[in-house]
């Protein structure tokens, strides 16, 4: 049996990347696509590397018909997001790839996104969507607001160390490096790649950047108290991966032992042997996520990195891993292809 | 029902791609895999982005039980694939990567690869492996010869055109852009990323690359008659991806109509609306080859464009259509993974 | 003695290119600089790349005092450069790097640019800006309008061989590999990172180049007769460079002997022994263009194969050769910089 | 008046460095170049951007004439140099771009590079080769000692910063994006462009990294006490260029005045506006570093980020500086070439 999918903003690379898993995914079919400004195209109009597929046109939102529709994945930008999920019909199982959903109290929402939320009854609904620490309300969700990318790599690199209290909860740093599609297809200078490729600058530095909100929700939620990480993240001249340096106080060995134990039968998870750190180039395609953990020569301080995929684990693969459990399919339904490497 | 499977040269980039895609192909499972040098290691320890997989060691191929296995794959360098497929038991299936087998005529071998065959009779057994062309004999193949991958760009391109007779035999040109990864892991300076990156330049160009030798056998077959390709190839700052130009006299539509209606029915070929011209990025990662066809301002002289993944339909997918075939599975079983994109 | 210099267009690559250059200029000082949706800002804004010089900041044209200005750079999009220079005063000289006083012909002008020419007498002062080949009438010109980069290294490949008389003028193919810096600093999908890195496709296919003008303009004036060529351009994941490969019948060594006897004087133009072919690599960043020759397998068929930097001896390095010459400095001044490599 | 130019190791990229900024020096000649396999070519074949050029050809060292010889750039690989540059002629300048003078204790040199040091007496005589805090002590010396790339990256970030006393010694942690050269033309799998480009990864992590015996050495001398920094490098797919990110605990204002004030009238050395970050593009090709400075969310604690070319003002544009200084020359000369950009 088949479920019947719609995805709301199909132009962008998310919503590329949600068909492109979708197209072996032996549980779902694509019956609806939305695009705004590019409705009435085909799909191998926008993105000819889709154009083996047998897929419906691009429409607008108002010209789907949602009864026909078992779970929709909405890829829009946020602010846009809130409205256009209000209206949905209440039947409906969404994933919610946007920022949206994902800070639980509006008054963070609002700081870090710089306007009052449009849908708060709405989010009340919505569940956190970083699968491996919240399968179960998941499985029973209809709204599941996906994890950012940064906020994914940085929470599998420390969560279990903040649940475990093996480092020290003041003295946390992340510094990211991130590659050019999280900033999506969005016509910047900074992003042609004249400008982009050959070279690396920092951006929304100093505390500045939004996925400072679900850090700041989660760890301080896991830890029963105020937690203030820093955060740095680095544009990178490549398209597809975040490498984050988690800096800690903690004994190295213990914090790898934490992190292997948490993640021992996780699918997606892989920590490596004490002392192996991971490339991005590793997980580039795939909905895998490596960890090393190294010990600095200053005792007691201790590196954890993390890398994944930004577009597949950070974003759309893990929207199907939560669409998964949500239809009652195998959580790993779909996603288990491989890197792209070289 | 599984097939068993053995890789020979694990250790490459298309022993490495094989595995990629076996990963996820559901009637085969890798049984053995050889290395020489890194014979011992894990594939994880080679390859870190297999690291999620289940695979057997890295042994020696002498280590292996081929009494155990169904169909060998053969990625070794060439001329050692020679001497190692002679000696391979003969129940085993074997499709060949490598340069060996391709060449019916031992004097043509040695022209292009400046030795004499050492393994004539295996040869008499090959079937050249450019799927789409020879099916029929490939199923019924014990050995197959895989085509090169510039090889089956050009011939994509070209091979109904010739055999519909709608082109000029003497006047056909080969312009081809490569990207690195054909190269292998070969430990040369212009194959640093220093040295490669950022420019762009041609390489046995005049008439010198080897797989000419394959365009001159196979166009001169189809033919009947002697037909001699110009053909340049020029080396890319990219990893995966074939593009080449080939410059035809003949007219633009009637190109076009030929090339569509040859492919009409092909899984893997796509032919673009005429004047729609591909890129190497809309196959990257999959085993597709989008073709365009387009007429210059000079009466009846067309451009046919085509392009493919070196890796893939230029390889390994390539190898496992094959496979597919001599073992009795479906032609596209565990080959319709779509391209990554961006 | 140092000559005033303006800059219009100051914002885009080649104005920031012309700035880079006259860095270490010893005869020319900026003296002005304008933009128009950026004036108001410094350089320094604009091109953080150029913070360390002391520039005048960037005004409107209107603002600029000509009365005080030697030699102006006329670095602006075709269209409004040709309503621009009509407008400027008479005594200035002008040296044009956009596509307007290219061609002679107004009705070449419009069929190639799709409007008629809005200076046409302006048109008539110009001289066509390639400088090893009208250096004479460029030293007395008041307006030269340079060469298009794609046009300038074809024409080094292949002038010399059609004024001797050593190829066949009906069957001259041009097919051209360019990096994404002559696009300009335009915001188009195709242009970002995330698209082009990694991959390679034509563009302007068939005939559409609107290069193709200068090669029918000056190809067949040196002929005497019309000469009309192929000229297929491909875009690569690169910044600078432009390649073409050059495919002519003729003698491999008297295409060589005849390019090497043309430029062995030229402080720009190296011709490469016998055999050796070009990399774009080697001239990054240089007035310097590399040329290569080869004969094919087949008898009486010859490559030429010629690199450049798009932005230097395409665009600004070339116009700073023309000023040079108005000014009465020589020719090379300023514009012996070597390469950047790696 | 010219300098007679030794440059030893000059197959190599920081050699080939040192010709491209040479070419345009006004004060120095190229007298002899040696390469050790390499010996016998010219090095238009080693490095054919450098065809322009009238070079001597590449020698062994044993064959170079010093009593000829101002001033020796020695650009081999460490341990090499040190036996090579004891046996050389006592009148020679010499700046040296290997890591085996710049630890003044044969401890730390022994500890950092795994072997006793064995030109102990020569090592006294060397002046570390940071230009802008060592100007006095190199015009006098002899033999300089070039800082490590990115080991000058983090000391222009931090040394007025500890001078100053306005930042915690115990709390500094250097996060450092470096681009490819740095490691040179070496032939490993991990520098391949198949295996480096769109990914990124961290070496010599977690306090293993050998430039950390500069920042040892140096921070606890300015100090006047032990100081000891965490440093993580991080490979990235780009040739030329290193950012480091600094973390320190301090008033982010107090930094940045201290910086600006400590750099107002260095020539290459500039500090941003506060709130402004610097990108490797912008120095790319030059001897110019860039510094900005921010502060965090957090109170009291303040990222420094600094940029620079690892090969021109890490590497050879730094040795210029350095040689400019001992044969009594302005320090700038030759070194006031514009980055490269796009």
């Known amino acids: 049996m088949t479920h019947r999918i719609a995805i709301l903003g199909a132009s962008g690379y998310t919503g590329a990347e949600l068909v492109r898993l979708i197209a072996t995914h032996p549980g779902m079919t694509i019956t609806a696509l939305s695009a705004d ?15 083996h597929l047998d897929l419906p046109r691009l429409v607008k939102i108002e010209e789907i018909d949602f009864s026909n529709i078992d779970l929709c994945f909405c890829a829009l930008p946020h602010a846009t997001t809130q409205e256009v999920v209000a209206k949905l019909p209440k039947h409906l199982k969404i994933v919610d ?10 008054a963070e929402y609002e700081k870090w996104y710089g306007a009052p939320h449009a849908a708060v009854e709405v989010q009340k609904e919505a569940v956190y969507g970083l699968t491996e620490f919240y399968r179960d309300d998941i499985a029973k969700a209809r709204l599941v607001a996906g994890t950012g990318c940064n906020a994914a790599a940085g929470q599998f690199a420390l969560r279990p160390l903040i649940s475990a209290g093996v480092i020290d909860l003041d003295e946390i740093l992340i510094d ?80 790898h032992e934490t992190l292997a134990r948490a993640y021992v039968d996780e699918p997606f998870l892989k920590v490596l042997p004490f002392g192996q750190l991971p490339s991005t180039r590793d997980v580039a395609g795939s909905n895998f996520c490596h960890l090393g953990v190294i010990g600095d020569r200053i005792a007691g301080r201790t590196l954890v990195i993390s890398v994944l995929d930004n577009l597949t684990k950070g974003s759309s693969g893990q929207a199907i891993q939560n669409a998964n459990l949500m239809l009652g399919l195998a959580e790993t339904t779909g996603l288990m292809l491989a890197p792209l490497f070289p």
Request: no cysteine; glycine share 12%.
């Open 37 to 51: 400004r590019k409705a009435g195209l085909t799909m191998a109009e926008v993105f000819p590397f889709l154009r």
């Open 97 to 106: 790839l946007s920022a949206d959903f994902r800070l639980r109290d509006p």
């Open 176 to 255: 990211l490096k991130a590659g050019v599609s999280g900033a999506g297809r969005s016509l910047k200078e900074n992003l042609l790649h004249a400008e982009l490729s050959g070279g690396t600058h920092s951006y929304s530095a100093g505390g500045k950047h939004r996925h400072l909100g679900e850090f700041d929700q989660e760890f301080s939620r896991l830890a029963g108290r105020p937690v203030r990480v820093q955060f740095t993240p680095h544009l990178l001249p490549m398209n597809r991966g975040i490498l984050v340096t988690v800096y800690v106080r903690g004994q190295p060995q213990a914090v």
